[in-house]
């Protein structure tokens, strides 16, 4: 499996091409570009969630529960005291900690929390939290869960091509083939079919996707984006 620093640096290059993107086109704010690209990396360590004797890991997920934290205190800033804003970036980051800990308890690592499904999962959760808590328009919401659904297959897929071994004159293919990218696991049936009905429960939660749909099919971001993929200059030649 690819280690940490590949993770966090593949999940960093493909976030940033990403974010690029949504700049070019013009579909998002610069605060949501930003939130994108932090997810997108987040996203990219989340598989391994589940591995309690990563540090990197813990630390990651650490400063995950910190900013999560202050992005819940600066959404809400304006409504409540500075006891309660305290009171408010506490819990949510004892929350976030404690899912932590009992994800490490109660499964094993490279286990269902490393398959397709539980990205999916990841990412609606994140979408629906940012429609219905942090109040972000449909579009906004299923970007930033979009985000993390990518950082978090980008993961998998690395795992998945880290087992084939390359080097040599045959190709041979390392006993963790097969247990990174997959969408569930054979022998833990019920585990994996209440994976997918948590899934379309989140589904049925979450804000239309139209919206989305709408704003990334629109022939003018199309036309956007074509026109800054080259410099002005150029594209009169």
Not at 59 to 68: D, E, G, K, P, W
Not at 93 to 100: D, E, H, K
Not at 164 to 176: E, P, Q
Request: net charge positive.
């Amino acid at each position: 499996m690819a280690d940490f620093n590949t993770h966090v640096v593949v999940a960093a290059a493909a976030s940033g091409l990403a974010t690029t993107l949504l700049v070019i086109s013009g579909i998002a704010s610069p605060g949501i570009v930003v939130t994108c690209f932090i997810l997108g990396v987040a996203g990219g360590l989340l598989p391994d969630i589940d591995s309690p004797t990563s540090v990197p890991i813990r630390i990651a997920f650490a400063l995950v529960s910190v900013i999560t934290g202050f992005a819940i205190v600066f959404t809400f800033g304006h409504q409540y005291s500075l006891l309660e804003l305290i009171l408010l970036w506490i819990g949510s980051f004892v929350l976030i900690r404690g899912l932590f800990g009992l994800i490490n308890r109660f499964s094993v690592h490279r286990g269902l929390i490393h398959s397709i499904p539980a990205g999916v999962i990841f990412g609606l959760l994140t979408t629906v939290f940012m429609f219905y808590g942090l109040k972000l328009s449909a579009v906004e919401a299923w970007l930033c869960g979009l985000f993390l659904i990518m950082g978090f297959l980008v993961h998998l897929l690395l795992d998945e091509l880290y087992s084939v071994n390359l080097y040599g004159k045959h190709l041979r293919f390392k006993r963790s083939f097969g247990t990174a990218f997959k969408a569930g696991k054979l022998n833990r049936p019920y585990s994996t079919v209440a994976l997918y009905l948590i899934v379309i429960g989140l589904l049925v939660l979450s804000p239309s996707p139209k919206p989305l749909a709408d704003t990334v099919f629109n022939g003018d971001v199309y036309r956007q984006i074509q026109q800054r993929l080259i410099p002005y200059q150029m594209s009169g030649l």
